[in-house]
């Protein structure tokens, strides 16, 4: 009778659990799953492995390019790769380390590689031997190090996974050297390994804040969605990134080193390595500078989404001393401007020649890249009541006028942040702004495909292409373009009357003619102009300055066209107006 009673007692516990974890899953749509991510703007990108330890070398060659990919550009055998493993020790790892120079640079999350395209797993797994833990002399999970100390220090722990290529095992994708046809052997892998480590990782870490997917490669639609409700049935507040394929995921992964060429009003992450490669290579010296970084992170941050920078740490365990002490100013800029960062939404004006803006409701911090050197800020198009600005770190308040509907800011003489001096308005009610983009006095402007207004066969298309092995370019273009009828035209604002240089800057390979064109002003004002070759390839742009041009003050609108292509005419990547000085 006891044991009934029990038993009855321990179903009905268990009935309530899973109706509360069921409750809890309802209760978890979208939009809260997703708000962690969307205030937090900055995360750390951390791409760890065998490959760190290789470190862009095999067999005394170096393979110049992105280093985790060592295993796939020397066809090295899995056997050989493995042994690899046996020497892996890296014994200056140190998770409290790690999380304090995230959090000194003011970032949010880590995401860090569990598994990439090599198959080497940096976590204790039961799925496969070849792990962390089982298969090197270390002997420790630093994954769950890391995601205890992530979870004492109040940061995000973020798992990467990648889900189809995997070059250690005969079904996973990418690995023709060892395991030719192997497609039919996915499912299995699949089953075996990819699902029980994403388990693995979704039960033995806490609460993880997104699984991070990569090159979904042959994956069915089916498969996707089975690893999202896999993500979401045993962590419902996890995010999937959408590389887990076929317009599946919780927010939207640009392209690696891919800026947001416009406002996305969707969650989405913008991701660079620090240097050029993403694991650790002994060699790439190519650092970005702490300026550079916190630029970027504004016009990430003012395009609406986040900055995933990726740091690889050595072989040994050790971060790279220059991403530290990057990484240290990058964080002081944030101490001190973390109210124009955390919890911002995207800039309020079109494309800004002097900086970048982010904003939160009644708030607009404009982000001044470049000092004008009369000390005079052009805030355009503003018009809204205005109760204040003041320099956001340390409080001094400016003066400002109007003039020819712009606000006027007098700037103290000296930049007090090289990298970015913020500026706050605090205004009252509905924010108006010109969406019309304005030319500022003396600066260039560099107007791009997307902001051009079509007409015709005209057409605008994304194109991505690599440099190095692994070094992702890209662009925007209009294209598609033969008659006077296709033309792109973009509108703007002059303040003040001006002389400027015309520059295509454009891609037109070599098998197409000589084509002539013509930008037309909106006062008549026409240059004329022959396509100049630029080489072999699409991504191979070239600047062409075209002509001299008077800009009235006021509204203008421009526009370039061909004259009667026979060909197809030029992949136009931006025009640029140069002061004629
Ligand atoms: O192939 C990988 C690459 O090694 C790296 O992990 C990047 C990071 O976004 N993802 C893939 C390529 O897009």
Same mark, same amino acid.
Request: glycine residues 8%; contains cysteine.
């Given at each position: 009778?006891?044991?009934?009673?029990?038993?009855?007692?321990?179903?009905?516990?268990?009935?309530?659990?899973?109706?509360?974890?069921?409750?809890?899953?309802?209760?978890?749509?979208?939009?809260?799953?997703?708000?962690?991510?969307?205030?937090?703007?900055?995360?750390?990108?951390?791409?760890?492995?065998?490959? =760190?330890?290789?470190?862009?070398?095999?067999?005394?060659?170096?393979?110049?390019?992105?280093?985790?990919?060592?295993?796939?550009?020397?066809?090295?055998?899995?056997?050989?790769?493995?042994?690899?493993?046996? %020497?892996?020790?890296?014994?200056?790892?140190?998770?409290?380390?790690?999380?304090?120079?995230?959090?000194?640079?003011?970032?949010?999350?880590?995401?860090?590689?569990?598994?990439?395209?090599? +198959?080497?797993? *940096?976590?204790?797994?039961?799925?496969?031997?070849?792990?962390?833990?089982?298969?090197?002399?270390?002997?420790?999970?630093?994954?769950?190090?890391?995601?205890? #100390?992530?979870?004492?220090?109040?940061?995000?722990?973020?798992?990467?996974? =990648?889900?189809?290529?995997?070059?250690?095992?005969?079904?996973?994708?990418?690995?023709?050297?060892?395991?030719?046809?192997?497609?039919?052997?996915?499912?299995?892998? $699949?089953? !075996?390994?990819?699902?029980?480590?994403?388990? #693995?990782?979704?039960?033995?870490?806490?609460?993880?804040?997104?699984?991070?997917?990569? !090159?979904?490669?042959?994956?069915?639609?089916?498969?996707?969605?089975?690893?999202?409700? *896999?993500?979401?049935?045993?962590?419902?507040?996890?995010?999937?990134?959408?590389?887990?394929?076929?317009?599946?995921?919780?927010?939207?992964?640009?392209?690696?080193?891919?800026?947001?060429?416009?406002?996305?009003? &969707?969650?989405?992450?913008?991701?660079?390595?620090?240097? /050029?490669?993403?694991?650790?290579?002994?060699?790439?010296?190519?650092?970005?500078?702490?300026? #550079?970084?916190?630029?970027? @992170?504004?016009?990430?941050?003012?395009?609406?989404?986040?900055?995933?920078?990726?740091?690889?740490?050595?072989?040994?365990?050790?971060?790279?001393?220059?991403?530290?002490?990057? @990484?240290?100013?990058?964080?002081?800029?944030?101490?001190?401007?973390?109210?124009?960062?955390?919890?911002? =939404?995207?800039?309020? $004006?079109?494309?800004?020649?002097? +900086?970048?803006?982010?904003? &939160?409701?009644?708030?607009?911090?404009?982000?001044?890249?470049?000092?004008?050197?009369?000390?005079?800020?052009?805030?355009?198009?503003?018009?809204?009541?205005?109760?204040?600005?003041?320099?956001?770190?340390?409080?001094?308040?400016?003066?400002?006028?109007?003039?020819?509907? /712009?606000? *006027?800011?007098?700037?103290?003489?000296?930049?007090?942040?090289?990298?970015? !001096?913020?500026?706050?308005?605090?205004?009252? +009610?509905? @924010?108006?702004? /010109?969406?019309?983009?304005?030319?500022?006095?003396?600066?260039?402007?560099?107007?791009?495909?997307?902001?051009?207004? @079509?007409?015709?066969? !005209?057409?605008?298309?994304?194109?991505?292409?690599?440099?190095?092995?692994?070094?992702?370019?890209?662009?925007?273009?209009?294209?598609?373009?033969?008659?006077?009828?296709?033309?792109?035209?973009?509108?703007?604002?002059?303040?003040?009357?001006?002389?400027?240089?015309?520059?295509?800057?454009?891609?037109?390979?070599?098998? %197409?003619?000589?084509?002539?064109?013509?930008?037309?002003?909106?006062?008549?004002?026409?240059?004329?102009?022959?396509?100049? /070759?630029?080489?072999?390839?699409?991504?191979?742009?070239?600047?062409?300055?075209?002509?001299?041009?008077?800009?009235?003050?006021?509204?203008?609108?421009?526009?370039?066209?061909?004259?009667?292509?026979?060909?197809?005419?030029?992949?136009?990547?931006?025009?640029?107006?140069?002061?004629?000085?």
């Amino acid at each position: 009778m006891r044991k009934m009673m029990l038993a009855v007692l321990v179903c009905m516990y268990l009935t309530g659990m899973n109706a509360a974890i069921a409750d809890e899953q309802q209760a978890v749509n979208s939009t809260n799953r997703v708000q962690w991510f969307t205030e937090a703007k900055f995360g750390m990108f951390m791409h760890w492995g065998l490959y =760190s330890h290789a470190a862009g070398v095999w067999k005394d060659k170096k393979y110049y390019g992105i280093g985790e990919w060592l295993m796939h550009r020397a066809k090295i055998p899995v056997a050989e790769y493995e042994i690899l493993a046996t %020497s892996f020790n890296p014994v200056k790892f140190n998770a409290k380390d790690w999380v304090a120079t995230a959090k000194q640079a003011g970032m949010k999350y880590i995401v860090i590689t569990s598994k990439h395209h090599d +198959g080497f797993a *940096m976590f204790k797994s039961n799925a496969s031997k070849f792990n962390v833990v089982d298969a090197t002399p270390f002997k420790r999970d630093p994954l769950k190090e890391l995601a205890d #100390e992530c979870h004492r220090e109040g940061l995000k722990i973020c798992f990467y996974y =990648s889900q189809f290529q995997d070059w250690h095992e005969p079904g996973g994708g990418g690995n023709s050297w060892d395991f030719p046809n192997n497609k039919e052997k996915f499912g299995e892998y $699949f089953e !075996t390994k990819c699902k029980p480590q994403i388990k #693995e990782l979704l039960t033995n870490y806490g609460p993880i804040g997104l699984i991070w997917f990569d !090159t979904p490669g042959i994956m069915t639609k089916e498969q996707s969605h089975e690893l999202l409700d *896999m993500v979401h049935k045993y962590q419902p507040q996890c995010l999937v990134s959408s590389r887990v394929g076929n317009d599946v995921g919780d927010y939207t992964d640009l392209g690696d080193h891919e800026l947001p060429a416009e406002i996305i009003k &969707k969650p989405f992450e913008s991701l660079f390595t620090h240097n /050029d490669s993403w694991g650790y290579v002994w060699y790439d010296k190519n650092w970005r500078s702490p300026k #550079e970084l916190v630029q970027m @992170l504004v016009k990430i941050n003012g395009k609406g989404g986040n900055f995933l920078l990726n740091i690889g740490p050595q072989g040994d365990g050790a971060l790279p001393e220059m991403s530290i002490r990057t @990484l240290k100013k990058v964080g002081d800029w944030l101490e001190k401007n973390k109210e124009s960062v955390y919890g911002t =939404s995207y800039s309020a $004006f079109p494309e800004l020649t002097w +900086g970048d803006c982010t904003t &939160k409701p009644g708030k607009l911090y404009l982000h001044v890249f470049d000092w004008p050197k009369n000390c005079v800020l052009r805030v355009p198009g503003l018009s809204c009541k205005i109760d204040s600005i003041k320099l956001l770190d340390g409080g001094k308040k400016l003066k400002y006028s109007s003039e020819a509907g /712009d606000v *006027m800011v007098k700037l103290p003489a000296e930049m007090s942040d090289q990298m970015d !001096t913020v500026l706050v308005v605090a205004y009252e +009610g509905d @924010l108006k702004v /010109d969406p019309v983009r304005t030319i500022m006095d003396g600066c260039e402007t560099t107007m791009f495909a997307l902001d051009a207004k @079509l007409s015709g066969e !005209t057409k605008t298309k994304k194109i991505s292409w690599m440099e190095e092995f692994g070094d992702w370019k890209h662009a925007n273009i209009v294209e598609k373009w033969k008659t006077e009828k296709d033309a792109a035209t973009w509108k703007f604002r002059a303040p003040k009357a001006g002389q400027y240089w015309v520059e295509l800057d454009y891609s037109y390979p070599s098998k %197409s003619k000589r084509q002539e064109a013509v930008i037309q002003l909106s006062n008549s004002q026409q240059l004329l102009f022959e396509t100049k /070759d630029t080489g072999d390839k699409a991504s191979h742009f070239q600047p062409h300055r075209i002509g001299v041009v008077d800009i009235p003050a006021g509204q203008v609108e421009m526009s370039v066209y061909p004259v009667g292509a026979e060909d197809a005419f030029i992949n136009l990547r931006s025009v640029k107006l140069i002061p004629f000085e």
